[in-house]
């Protein structure tokens, strides 16, 4: 019998299982989060060095995402935007800045000028803006966008070759860490409505301030870190707790995991359930450089249109937010993807800056000093066409176990945090049951 008032516990301390303690709380359901981690954020975390402030893994905050924005303090987390807008590098031509004239006047002469697009895709690509922002939310995953993937969408809405191989390759190689355009057009889309209605940002205090501000929010002795769960204690009635990796056992009739997705469904194994996992993870690599003065130049996102790139973007982070350098210095993130993201620093830097400088053109990228090699193998996983279709619920098929997780939304911080509402509003629906 579960009892309204016996603590919920949570394992895993990331966007999702924060946002699933968070809304709990506030439902007046007790909590017991378990992060296996000496800090909570998962995937959100923020680490200083020598006065830099280093993201595990280059990422950003879309200020538009609907759940996770209402969710926080945005005025607390000083935050700090990209200019709305990608400078594409090409060998052979200068680097052209494309970007969302709507939002920022000035854009609008170099994009009319750049050479990677043709007129009829500026114009394409405002159609396509009006498509996204005229779509709700949820439309974007309607089956006729999430049945076919992002180049065969682009390529029937009338993109010539050239605007698909030189912008959105790797403009949507750099969202979602992957160059191919295979994934779900669902994603083309609500991606670009989350561009479209409000700013690319990243917090004065690093991405980890996000988790750190939805922590602080939890009633004291919620959040227990550096305590993993190693299993599930389950009988024929149901979940009766967990085992953490100390060995000592938690008695508890409701269980939310809050884990990766592989993670999740490896722990939902040890008590004999079935938890769906999504598609192949997608890992990337982020190598961190100080210099003395910015490598690259300006506050939008350099993306590497060469198809044979060992740095798929990069941008010189201090520029955005200086508060991510000290102040005679500056901190540039190049993201590595694929085959490359695996190499040991010794074959990795060279290349890094090798790539920056045919980028930015800066000779000082020879001698740029490598702060920082941040290399992480599940960042976010495929979303082919057809992920959204089958959408699970946030319960398993056993009473008083279920799941907070991106896999059921999109890989992504709004993801984790829609997916941590609808697990805690499967809880509080069954304590009203019980
Ligand atoms: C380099 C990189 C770039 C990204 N870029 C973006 C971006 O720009 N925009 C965007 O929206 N998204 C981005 N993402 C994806 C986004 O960060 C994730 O989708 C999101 O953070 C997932 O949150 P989560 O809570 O579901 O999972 P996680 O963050 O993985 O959290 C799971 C938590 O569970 C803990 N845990 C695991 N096992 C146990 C256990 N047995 N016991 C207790 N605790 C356990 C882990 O330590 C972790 O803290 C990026 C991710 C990475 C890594």
């Known amino acids: 019998m579960t009892d309204r008032h016996d603590p919920t516990l949570i394992v895993g301390g990331g966007i999702a299982g924060l946002m699933c303690a968070r809304a709990l709380t506030h439902a007046g359901i007790p909590v017991q989060l378990y992060e296996r981690e000496p800090d909570v954020g998962g995937?959100?975390?923020?680490?200083?060095?020598?006065?830099?402030?280093?993201?595990?893994?280059?990422?950003?905050?879309?200020?538009?995402?609907?759940?996770?924005?209402a969710a926080l303090d945005l005025q607390a987390l000083q935050l700090h935007e990209f200019r709305p807008a990608a400078r594409i590098a090409l060998a052979g031509s200068e680097p052209a800045l494309i970007g969302d004239a709507l939002a920022d006047l000035s854009l609008l002469v170099p994009t009319l000028l750049a050479p990677q697009l043709t007129l009829l895709d500026k114009v394409r690509m405002l159609r396509l803006r009006y498509l996204a922002t005229s779509l709700s939310f949820d439309d974007c995953f309607a089956t006729r966008f999430d049945s076919i993937t992002t180049k065969t969408f682009l390529q029937r809405r009338g993109f010539s070759a050239r605007a698909i191989r030189n912008f959105f390759a790797p403009f949507y190689g750099g969202i979602l860490l992957d160059r191919s355009l295979e994934s779900s057009a669902s994603i083309l889309l609500y991606t670009f409505k989350m561009l479209a209605e409000g700013g690319t940002v990243v917090p004065a205090m690093g991405m980890g301030a996000i988790p750190a501000q939805l922590a602080a929010s939890l009633p004291h002795d919620t959040v227990r870190t550096g305590q993993g769960v190693s299993r599930l204690l389950r009988d024929d009635t149901g979940v009766q707790g967990v085992v953490l990796d100390s060995g000592k056992t938690i008695a508890t009739s409701r269980v939310v995991l809050a884990c990766d997705p592989p993670t999740n469904a490896s722990l939902a194994m040890s008590a004999k359930l079935r938890v769906e996992v999504p598609g192949a993870s997608l890992g990337c690599t982020t190598v961190y450089l100080?210099?003395?003065?910015?490598?690259?130049?300006?506050?939008a996102l350099w993306l590497n249109g060469s198809p044979t790139a060992t740095v798929s973007h990069a941008i010189t982070i201090s520029n955005v937010a200086p508060s991510y350098a000290p102040s005679d210095e500056s901190l540039t993130a190049a993201t590595v993807l694929g085959a490359s993201a695996v190499m040991d620093d010794t074959e990795l830097l060279p290349r890094v800056r090798a790539d920056l400088a045919a980028m930015g053109g800066n000779d000082a990228c020879s001698n740029a000093e490598l702060l920082a090699t941040w290399r992480v193998p599940y960042a976010q996983f495929a979303q082919p066409p057809g992920s959204f279709g089958r959408r699970v619920t946030a319960e398993t098929a056993d009473r008083g176990v279920f799941v907070a997780s991106e896999a059921w939304y999109t890989s992504s911080l709004e993801g984790a945090a829609r997916g941590g509402i609808a697990a805690a509003d499967a809880v509080i629906r069954s304590t009203i049951r019980t």
């Open 290 to 299: 100080r210099s003395r003065t910015p490598l690259l130049d300006g506050t």
């Open 43 to 69: 995937r959100v975390r923020t680490t200083m060095r020598d006065g830099f402030r280093l993201d595990h893994g280059f990422q950003v905050l879309f200020s538009a995402y609907p759940t996770l924005a």
